[in-house]
């Protein structure tokens, strides 16, 4: 099968690249790193204009993962434009210029807001930053996309991936990194918003590929939660990252701080998993401790 992966050389694309080019699947990839190209993939420019589409008119399949996913970026009409209008282009450009007949994208948990956990793909979403609002929107049009198009499309609600791979991001990796790398650089004392008791999912990389690679074999056009049904508190999560990381468990102090931009944080991410087990086959293989586990020890090997 020919796969089109966009941000291919990002922190998720490069992941599911690697894994379909490693199934023995013909792959190309967009993005803004070229020195992160999985060996053995087709690179194009990081946007798509000016793409020769006879170079993609034999894709029968799409990873969009490319997108804006700084949620502290306040730009709505940027927000949209990366993306909304940018995968409504692509879609689009996929149905008239090639073979794709399958479609599988990024969406995000970000879309409930605070809304009543556990959340579920049937709930009234309520978004509470321009990020979301962009992720919320493609949802309704994807859908619409696969019953005018009589298509296969899939769009999978992560929720804080994380793993080997996402340093390059900064300060938009996930809070796990973040704080591995504080604690692995020696720094005695990490902050978090008070008082520490807010409750997030995280789910490990290794799982979100096998979701995708799920739904590359599904029949359908649905939305799926990508997530673990299991949230941690943050005061959790430090002590986890302790007890990984550190001989003293105790030796990591937290600082409690005020969060700035209290309107628009999700204070309890928890999802309910029952729908992409049921229907999509999935089932996260990796709890927090084993995740974290192994993500420390192949980011050193």
Same mark, same amino acid.
């Given at each position: ?28 990839? /967009? ?30 399949? @799409?990873?969009? *993962?490319?997108?804006?996913?700084? /949620? ?5 009409? &940027? ?9 409504? #282009? @692509?879609? @689009? ?24 956990? =556990? ?5 009234? =979403? ?12 493609? #949802? &309704? ?19 804080? $991936? ?14 796990? /990194? *973040? ?15 008070? #008082?520490?008791? &807010? ?9 979100? $590929?096998? %979701?995708?690679?799920?739904?590359? &074999? ?8 990508? %997530?673990?049904?299991? =949230? ?6 430090? %002590? ?12 990591? #102090? $937290? ?6 931009? =209290? ?39």
């Amino acid at each position: 099968m020919i796969a089109l992966v966009t941000g291919g050389t990002g922190f998720v694309g490069s992941h599911i690249a690697r894994t379909l080019l490693e199934q023995g699947h013909e792959v190309i990839v /967009t993005g803004s790193c070229p020195e992160r190209i999985p060996r053995g993939a087709k690179f194009l420019p990081h946007c798509l204009n000016g793409v020769d589409w006879r170079d993609l008119e034999k894709v029968e399949v @799409l990873f969009h *993962q490319a997108a804006n996913n700084n /949620t502290l970026d306040f730009n709505h009409k &940027q927000m949209m434009r990366a993306n909304f209008y940018a995968a409504c #282009d @692509l879609f @689009l450009a996929l149905i008239h210029h090639s073979e794709c007949d399958k479609f599988i994208y990024a969406s995000s948990t970000a879309v409930y807001g605070n809304g009543q956990v =556990p959340f579920s793909e049937n709930d009234k =979403p309520r978004p509470l930053n321009s990020y979301a609002m962009s992720k919320l929107r493609f #949802d &309704q049009y994807a859908m619409e996309f696969a019953k005018r198009y009589n298509v296969n499309v899939v769009g999978l609600r992560y929720c804080n $991936v994380y793993g080997c791979g996402e340093d390059h991001k900064g300060h938009r990796a996930s809070m796990i /990194t *973040q704080l591995a790398n504080k604690i692995k650089n020696g720094e005695k004392e990490v902050c978090l918003f008070k #008082d520490g008791s &807010q409750r997030r999912e995280w789910i490990y990389i290794k799982d979100v $590929v096998e %979701a995708n690679m799920l739904a590359m &074999q599904f029949q359908g056009s649905e939305i799926f939660n990508c %997530a673990t049904g299991n =949230p941690y508190t943050f005061n959790e999560i430090i %002590a986890l990252l302790n007890t990984c990381l550190c001989e003293d468990k105790n030796e990591i #102090d $937290v600082k409690y701080i005020d969060n700035p931009k =209290p309107e628009i944080f999700q204070n309890n991410i928890e999802t309910n998993m029952s729908k992409s087990q049921e229907i999509l086959g999935f089932a996260p293989k990796y709890d927090l401790n084993a995740g974290i586990r192994d993500y420390l020890i192949n980011e050193q090997s």
